[in-house]
C-alpha cells in the first residue's frame, strides 16, 4: 500500500507474561475507513491503545506518516493527529458537556486565558452535527448511555486529527443516530481523515468500512475488501471455525405461563424517567423489554433494583416489594447486569475474584466477618471455565481485560447471588459473536431451571431471537405487549415509534 499512513512491523505487547499481540504487520491507508474485527481478547482494543498512546509496544514499531512513533501518553498522540473515541467512557461526571469535550486540551484566546466562547461554539456544532440532542451546558452525570458515546465522539473529534480510532462506538445508540455517525464519519473520510472502525456488529462493519482485518489471538489472520467477504465468513475467521445459529431453540409459551406471576409491577412511576408502567413476569420465561433510546426502559430496571425513587406497586412472589437499595433488592433475589458496565458494573482496579465475588460476598464471610479467600477463589474458578473468560489467573485486574470479558466477569458477579429474579440491560454489549451465542444459550439455560428474566435491549434480533414476549416502552409508558404470531420486528417499531399505531395489534 504505497499511501499508507500507519504502517506496523512486528508489533507485539504482553500482560503479566501473556502475549496480547504478536508480531503484527499491516498498513492503514490514507483516507480508508478501515474496519477491525476479532473475538473478545483477540488484542483489538490493545492495538488502538498502543497507536493512541495509552499502552506502549514491547516489541516491533509503528510509523505514522513515515515517522517511527513511541508515544508516552494519550496527549502526545493527540498531538500527532491520532485521536480516540474508547470502548468505555472516559469521562469526568461532574462536568459538564463543553468542558469534558475540551478537558485537557481548553482553547485559549488573547492573555493564555479560556476562550469558553469558542469551546462553546465548537462543541455545538459537533453535537449538532451528531444529531445529539444534548446541549453543552448539560452535566455528563444527568446523561443517559448513548448521550455520553456522542460525547466521546465529539471529543475525539474537536482536535484536527487524521488518525480516528473508534471502538465499539454504536453499541448503545439507536438507529437513527448510528445513521447520522456514519454519515459523518463518511464525511471526514472524503475530507481525507482516516478512521479505524472496531465492533462486534458485523453488518456495521460491511456497510460502513473499504477494508477489514481480522484478529485471532492476537495474530493477523485475515485481510480482504469488505466487498469480496461476507459476514458470515468474517464470523468464521475470527473464531477459527463456522457458527452454529446464533440464538438457542426458543422453548415457546410452555409451563411458565400458567404459573402465577413472580414479579407484578402495577402502575409504577418514576417521573421523568416513566409512568404508569405495568406487567407481570413468570418463572423460566425471557420477558423482552424494548423501545428506543429514552423510552424509559433502563430506568424501570433502576426503579426495580432501588436505584431510583418509585411510586405505584410492584409485587415479588405475590407480596409487596420496595427496595430501598440495591442491596436490598438482591437480598430479596433480584440480580441486576447494568447496562453501564464501567459505570456500575465492575470495579477494574479490583482483580478478577474480587468482582466475580462483589454482590455476594457476605456469603463468603467466616467467624468475625472475615472473607474466606479460598472459597472466593473456586467461585471465580467455576466462572472463568463456564463463561470461557480469558485471563491469565483469577488475580488479574479487569483493566487489562477485553471488554467483552469484563462485560463476562460482569454477568458471573450478578449471577454469583442466585437471583430469582434477573434483570439483563444489553447483555451482550461489546461482545463478540461467538461470546454472544455463549451468553444466548447461558440465558436460555437459566430461564429452563426456573430464572425468571428481563431482557432489555436495543438489538431487535436479540429480543426476537430470545423472547416469546415483549413490552414496548414509548417515551416513559408502556406502548403495547406482544407475544405469538404478533411479535417481529415491524410490530415493536410501529410501537416504539407511534408510526402505523394500532398495526401491530
Known sequence: MDEALVRSEGLGKSFGGVPVLQNLDFAI??????????????????????????HRADRGSFTLEGRTCDFRSPAEARRAGVSLVPQEFNLVEDLSVEENVFLGSELLG??????????????????????????????????????????????????????????????????????????LVRRLRSEGMTVVYISHKLDEVKELCDRLLVLRDGVLVHEAATKDIETHEIAARMVGRELREIFPPKA??????????LLELRGLSSPPGFAEVSFSLRRGEILGLAGL????????????????????????????????????????????????????????AFSLAHNVTLTSLPAYA??????????????????????????SSIAQRLENLSGGNQQKVSLAK????????????????????????EI??????????????????????EILGMCTRVVVMREGRVAGELSGGGLDERAIMYLATGVGEGSAA
Open 29 to 54: 491507508g490514507r483516507g480508508e475507513i478501515l474496519g477491525l474485527v476479532g473475538e473478545n481478547g483477540a488484542g483489538k482494543s490493545t492495538l488502538m491503545k498502543i497507536l493512541a498512546g495509552i
Open 440 to 461: 444466548y444459550r447461558f440465558l436460555a439455560e437459566l430461564a429452563a431451571e426456573g430464572t425468571a428474566i428481563l431482557l432489555v435491549s436495543s438489538e431487535l434480533e
Open 252 to 261: 415457546g409459551p410452555g409451563a411458565e405461563i400458567s404459573n402465577p406471576p
Open 293 to 348: 433510546m429514552g423510552a424509559g426502559r433502563s430506568e424501570v430496571a433502576e426503579a426495580l433494583m432501588g436505584l431510583r425513587p418509585s411510586a405505584g406497586a410492584i409485587l415479588l412472589e405475590g407480596s409487596a416489594f420496595r427496595p430501598s437499595s440495591p442491596r436490598e433488592a438482591v437480598a430479596s433475589g433480584l440480580g441486576y447486569l447494568s447496562e453501564d458496565r464501567q459505570g456500575s458494573g465492575v470495579l477494574t
Open 414 to 437: 450478578t449471577l454469583d447471588a442466585a437471583p430469582k429474579v434477573l434483570i439483563v440491560d444489553e447483555p451482550t454489549r461489546g461482545v463478540d459473536v461467538a461470546a454472544k451465542q
Open 366 to 391: 467466616r467467624t468475625l466477618g472475615l472473607v474466606d479467600f479460598r472459597r472466593e477463589e473456586g467461585a471465580a474458578r467455576r466462572w472463568i471455565e463456564r463463561f470461557g473468560i480469558k485471563a
Open 110 to 183: 488573547p492573555g493564555g486565558l479560556v476562550d469558553r466562547r469558542t469551546m462553546r461554539a465548537k462543541a455545538t456544532r459537533l453535537l449538532a452535527e451528531l444529531k445529539a440532542e444534548v446541549g453543552p451546558d448539560a452535566r455528563i452525570a444527568r446523561l443517559s448511555a448513548a448521550r455520553k458515546q456522542l460525547v466521546e465522539v465529539a471529543k475525539a473529534l474537536a482536535f484536527d486529527a487524521r488518525l480516528l480510532i473508534m471502538d465499539e462506538p454504536t453499541t448503545v445508540l439507536t438507529r437513527r443516530e448510528i445513521a447520522s455517525l456514519f454519515a
